[in-house]
């Protein structure tokens, strides 16, 4: 095919095009009719054929184009700085040093590949596109060779069996190309396991088989954002980009939702068996430890919250129409408040601990979650009628109206509830996130799971469970420079009866901040707010939040009232932004504690590290050093950073060291 442009040069296109960055952006985006007038004049299979595996990269020297659709990008973690292209003749990864490229390139999206003075080499048997011989290519050159196009085009998998790809001619034919792969299921020893380490990052490889033996490796990174959720118990299918390593061939998910596997295992067994009554599996347990029924498996809606820390990390609540039980994993789990589980009993230990029965030391991968589940509905009841139907209601939600809670200051350990039928005790671990909440005063409705401990106990799973009653007066309002000095290292908890008041200096509409977190400053100084859930208060509200027992703690140095209820904070509408401290970045440093979230200004200072606003960039106004930070989900995170000496107002911050995050790119002027 002959290469040309049509109605425009190609240098006038590059030139228009150098505006580009890594973050889409309204303005970056052509309007419709105006899209690349671009047409390609060479395939993937014929770039792919400049090069050999195993030898040194090659130098494309023709003026060729190419278009492919990109079938992976970097959204979830799984690939890093990397798009993967395919066309009807094949696939092959392009490696840009850039982040975020999904928002200019997502999957689905058509690209131009101008692959001139660009190379074709291999890292290890994948051929991928780089910008020298074994570098990706830089930033600043991404406009010039990879031009996005039309979005939402649809590459469907090309549909094969694990028996069809220990071909490896077959196999390699595919290679960066989309594949589904049906009928199979995760071995045995990777069913109900992590896809990868999320604490240390590191990668893992999983095994996913057939029923008539056939297996390949699907490989996982740390950094995925589903690195720590859990593989499938079923059977089904996977969409995946092949990949090779060497000589071992494996597999690359995008996301989970590339993995569809409910159905039952090979040899028609279900995840966990046939299920059956949880209330059967209670009543099969005599004494001292007794094994589960074969072949059988329990389903359940997790009436626990892990969340709320208030359960061992190990333990889940499960409850069903006949009743509920602990089930204690040999690991933590990660089963939440609301799922559907379904859990293999057979031959599992059923003993008790303290009086409750519990499915004990289940291996994680004899769980597996069928989706989200309808919470059963609490079982209004008296403190009298617990106490005497303990062991039927063990392990199921109750509520108990116009009762009463002493015993103490917080929630923290046993405390006596009482409704005049009786009393019982309501324990709080002290791990949970609430435990040094102030014990609510008078008349309360409380939801809890029934439990014991040697003898009947409740237990809640977030403050939410409790409702009405006081707080033991009406709260004072202390300043934020008050409420920083009650930090007493660790996790401290702010005393009974406290709010605080201030105006809100981040800004939630810029994504700068997780959208549960919020700084506030007033004329003593600033803090850092953590939230349950995201919230929606706007930079430069008047806020009044309660932290009558808060969570005081640091998060890599940086102090923040953490897991705040969003009820707890109310907006007064529009306040007065305080004034930035016009400062030094080594004031900033000398004085980091103390003028922590509060607003500076930093003049004449210079930014280095990089094209565009993301990630962490150097700032220097000739007394010091200090990173500027912006998250890469940012609306302006891909908005090129200014050349020369420029003027930055900032929120001071720490991340392990002294940063400070900007709002908006009206932080930074000339």
Known sequence: MAFFLKRFSLFALLISLTTWGCVDREFDEPPV??????????????????????????????????????????????????????????????????????????????????????????????????????????????????????????????????????????????????????????????????????????????????????????????????????????????????????????????????????????????PGGDVIPINDVRNLFTAGTTAGPAGKSIKGVVISDRTGVNTDTRNIVLQDASGGIVVRFSAAHNFDLGDEVEVSVDGQELSEFNGLLQVNNVPNNAATSTGTGTLPTPRVATVAEINANLNAWESTLVKVNAATLSGGATYSGSRTLSDGTGTVILFTRSQATFSGAALPTGNVDIVAIVSQFNDAQLSIRSLSDVTGGGSGGDPVEITLGELRTLFAGGASSVPAAKKVKGVVISDASNFNWADRNMVIQDASGGIAVRFTAAHTIALGQEVEIIVSGAELSEFNGLLQINNVPNANATSFGPGTLPTPRQATIAEILANLEAWESTLVKIINVTITGGGTYSGAKSLNDGTGTLDMFTRTQATFSGTSVPTGPVSIVAVVSQFNAGQVIIRNTSDVTP
């Open 33 to 270: 009719g105006e899209l690349p007038d671009l047409e390609a004049n060479a395939t993937i299979a014929q770039l792919k054929a400049l090069h050999t595996v195993g030898g040194v990269s090659n130098l494309v020297t023709e003026d060729w184009i190419v278009d492919g659709i990109v079938v992976a990008d970097d959204e979830s973690g799984n690939f890093f700085k990397n798009i993967v292209i395919q066309d009807e003749t094949g696939g092959i990864a392009i490696r840009l040093n850039s982040t975020g490229l999904y928002n200019d390139f997502p999957v689905g999206r058509k690209v131009f590949l101008l692959a001139k003075n660009l190379y074709i080499g291999d890292y290890n048997g994948l051929h991928q596109v780089n910008g020298s011989v074994d570098a990706a290519l830089e930033e600043v050159l991404i406009p010039e060779h990879v031009i996005g196009a039309e979005r939402d085009q649809t590459v469907a998998p090309k549909v094969v069996t694990l028996a069809e790809l220990q071909n490896t001619t077959f196999y390699n034919s595919l290679v960066n190309t989309l594949i589904q792969i049906n009928d199979v299921q995760f071995a045995q020893a990777d069913a109900g396991a992590t896809y990868a380490n999320a604490v240390t990052q590191f990668s893992l490889n999983r095994n996913v088989e057939d029923c008539n033996g056939n297996s390949i490796i699907l490989r996982s990174s740390g950094f995925a954002d589903f690195a720590a959720e859990l593989t499938p118990t079923g059977k089904g299918s996977i969409v995946a980009v092949v990949s090779i390593f060497g000589n071992t061939k494996q597999l690359n998910i995008r996301d989970l939702n590339d993995v569809q596997m409910s159905s039952d295992r090979c040899g028609g067994v279900g």
